[in-house]
């Protein structure tokens, strides 16, 4: 993309409005724009970062045998009926009548709803194990709509619900989403910790959150410092394998991380002290094991191998897609802005012209351009008539991990510059060393894909 062409509004000034550093960056990188309280539209460059995020999601969902559909914001009130939540669920939930004056409802979650796809279409045991999951938008009319996307009123989710015929089945596929959650998240370039949840009025122990770690979190965590050298990494994990995704469950779960809700002061107080942690963190995610709570009340059976039908075991797994990017910006920025992960940056590298209109420079920044995008990777060409120094706070600000700066006199020796975003240094070499090493950079990306 060239920057004279492209529509990404950023603001000079920093936004009153925004408390934390993450809403201040997204509004002054042009990211998002406020609609409504806890409504955004996502400018161009903020619906890049909102793909990246969902494309990591969905390859790692299908790695899992997870399968991708979609289901529709508006519900119908009756379905919520069967499940007793549509009273329950309170003034979270917008409902709305249509002109036949049906009440409908915006989605806050849709476990009612799959289970009523379920139920239409699933009758035998054999049709198991399932999982399907959606991306969708959700509603949840929040009391205080705050810190930009990470506590929106519509927000995207993941969610996923696994349906089986036996309760060992199902944490099976609580297991199986704990796996693929983990890699999902280090592929954004985070680290969310899972932590044991409150099981609400379900009870028991199957829930966990999945928290960044940051000072401007909601919730105040407990931890054993143990658990922050825990990387999941590039192994290779057969999913249909109970003993490997246990055992990665037990890897990632057993020493102690706890939200406040859960907190037990005394086994924290066990932990070594020079171990014992409380910071603040971001949930980015929850899995949730249930069992038959909905397809009892919904009637969603299917017919065992004794022939006796039995009501289905189930849980739900979400990610807080939106509030991501909020988490992610939180966890990697600096004084001048973003700093993205490789996995998740709108643009892979950002090319800046020292002198716009010199015909070398000129060459040699299309050259360049045309190079990265043949490696598969997506440039930003800064080509505006700018001093370099607003050049370099507009790259630092939107903060693509990368920047190849061109200048004249460095072009004269056959060299351009190579800064890391993170590091800020710089390294001379020629053009083509360039991008080569932008090559190398991305490859583990490129090939965590696969
Ligand atoms: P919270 O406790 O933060 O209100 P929740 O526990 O009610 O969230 P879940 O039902 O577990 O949310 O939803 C799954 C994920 O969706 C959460 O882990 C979170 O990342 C995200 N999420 C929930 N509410 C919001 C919101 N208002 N804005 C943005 N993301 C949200
Ligand atoms: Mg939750």
């Not at 997870?66 to 499940?83: F, G, N, V, Y």
């Not at 020796?413 to 800020?424: H, I, M, P």
């Amino acid at each position: 993309m060239r920057l004279t062409r492209y529509f990404m509004p950023v603001l000079k000034e920093d936004p009153k409005e925004a408390q934390i550093v993450s809403h201040r960056l997204m509004l002054r990188a042009g990211m998002i724009k406020q609609q409504a309280a806890g409504i955004y539209s996502w400018l161009p460059l903020g619906f890049k970062v909102l793909n990246n995020i969902q494309r990591i999601v969905h390859e790692e969902q299908a790695r899992a045998g997870h399968i991708a559909m979609l289901m529709p914001t508006l519900q119908s009130a009756d379905l919520w009926r069967e499940s007793g939540r549509y009273d329950d669920y309170g003034e979270e939930m917008l409902r709305i009548k249509d002109r036949h004056k049906r009440d409908l409802l915006y989605g806050p979650t849709n476990e009612e709803m799959v289970t009523d796809i379920f139920r239409s279409h699933v009758n035998s045991y054999k049709d198991l194990p399932l999982t399907l999951y959606h991306i969708q938008w959700k509603f949840r009319d929040e009391i205080r709509p705050r810190f930009g996307v990470m506590r929106g009123r519509e927000f995207l989710m993941k969610d996923g619900y696994n349906f089986d015929l036996t309760r060992a089945d199902a944490l099976h596929a609580y297991n199986r989403h704990l796996v693929s959650y983990l890699r999902s998240y280090e592929r954004m370039g985070l680290q969310a910790i899972p932590m044991r949840a409150d099981g609400g009025p379900i009870g028991g122990d199957y829930t966990h959150e999945f928290l960044v770690l940051a000072e401007t979190g909601e919730s105040e965590v407990f931890y054993d410092s143990e658990i922050t050298d825990l990387k999941f990494g590039d192994r290779q994990i057969d999913y249909d394998s109970v003993e490997q995704c246990q055992a990665v469950l037990e890897e990632f779960t057993s020493r102690y991380a706890r939200t406040d809700e859960t907190h037990d002061a005394a086994l924290f107080e066990a932990i070594p002290e020079e171990r014992r942690r409380t910071a603040r963190g971001i949930e980015v995610g929850q899995i949730f094991y249930f069992g038959t709570k909905y397809s009892e009340a919904m009637g969603a059976t299917v017919v065992g191998p004794d022939g006796s039908r039995t009501p289905v075991e189930m849980g739900s797994h979400g990610i807080g897609v939106s509030r991501l990017l909020g988490a992610i910006i939180e966890a990697s920025h600096d004084d001048k802005g973003i700093i993205w992960p490789e996995g998740v940056t709108p643009f892979h590298v950002g090319i800046v012209n020292l002198k716009q209109g010199d015909a070398s420079t000129d060459s040699a920044c299309e050259a360049l351009y045309r190079e990265v995008k043949a490696l598969g990777l997506d440039p930003l060409y800064d080509d505006r008539d700018e001093r370099a120094g607003a050049k370099f706070a507009t790259m630092d600000l939107i903060g693509l991990p990368w920047r190849i700066t061109v200048g004249p006199r460095g072009l004269a020796a056959n060299k351009v510059e190579l800064t890391s975003r993170r590091t800020g240094q710089s390294v001379e070499m020629s053009p083509q060393e360039a991008v080569a090493r932008l090559h190398e950079i991305y490859k583990p990306v490129q090939d965590a894909a696969l």
